[in-house]
């Protein structure tokens, strides 16, 4: 089994920062992509952003410039540095990723860390 398990989230003022992190725990896997989702109450759950494992990146139109994804293939671990933070950045964020086990790829999500943003 793998886990997922985020940290970093938080209550920051708008224009603040913050940075995710998640990191991947288990045996016998590899990881493909790893992901940010958001959930914002009342709301379905959005792209935030997305890394493969050659670190090639794609966010969602609203978090480009202001969000950074960046991950540490050697510690699975995927990071998401959040900037210029607004009251509509305020989620539950998630993180994802696409496990390989005995070839077998399928998704993984972390149970979430609560961002708010306050104005």
């Known amino acids: 089994q793998v886990q997922l398990v985020e940290s970093g989230g938080g209550l920051v003022q708008a224009g603040g920062s913050l940075r995710l992190s998640c990191a991947a725990s288990?045996?016998?896997?590899?990881?493909?992509?790893m992901g940010w989702y958001r959930q914002a109450p009342g709301k379905q759950r959005e792209l935030v952003a997305v890394?493969?494992?050659?670190?090639?990146?794609h966010y969602a139109d609203s978090m480009k410039g202001r969000f950074t994804i960046s991950r540490d293939n050697d510690k699975n671990t995927v990071y998401l540095q959040m900037n210029s933070l607004k009251p509509d950045d305020t989620a539950v964020y998630y993180c994802?990723?696409?496990?390989?086990?005995?070839?077998?790829?399928?998704?993984?999500w972390g149970k979430g860390t609560l961002v708010t943003v306050s104005s």
């Open positions: 994802n990723a696409l496990v390989n086990i005995i070839g077998t790829e399928r998704p993984y």
């Open positions: 890394i493969t494992s050659g670190s090639s990146s």
């Open positions: 288990g045996s016998g896997f590899s990881i493909n992509a």
